[in-house]
């Protein structure tokens, strides 16, 4: 399996207006996940043979550059057949940790890092077993 992003997160100081921004501005769909504190985000139909990917919205949890920056963006997550193989690499070539490797429960291996340049980005491992 060649890595790929498979999915993209926005971080907002308030859900409900960055919701009614994307949702006005692109027409895309928003759903709570659960009782969590993020919202999936879907940029076509799930059966949509266009090309992207779709992603989820949650509350900023760091504090963020001081306006205007032109350095802010959006978190891809790029997904992993190993996500403790690939994290050693990350680290053993100039990466940082992030946030750690954390279960989405009967979902996946979540994880954030930083790269060489401060970039934030995720690593995905599908496990339905996470827990």
Known sequence: MQPRPIHFEIQVDNPERAIKFYTTVFHWSFQQWGEMKYWMCMTAPKDSKEPG????????????????????????TVQVDNYDAYAKTILENGGMIALPK??????????????????????????????
Do not use: S
């Not at 992603?55 to 920056?69: I, N, T, V």
């Not at 996946?108 to 340049?117: N, R």
């Open 102 to 131: 954390m279960a989405i429960p009967g979902m996946a291996w979540q994880g954030y890092f930083l790269d060489t340049e401060g970039n934030t980005f995720g690593l995905h491992q599908a496990d339905v077993d996470a827990k």
């Open 53 to 76: 990917i779709n992603g989820g919205l949650l509350p900023r949890p760091a504090l963020m550059a001081e306006k205007p920056c032109g350095t802010n963006a959006w978190v891809c």
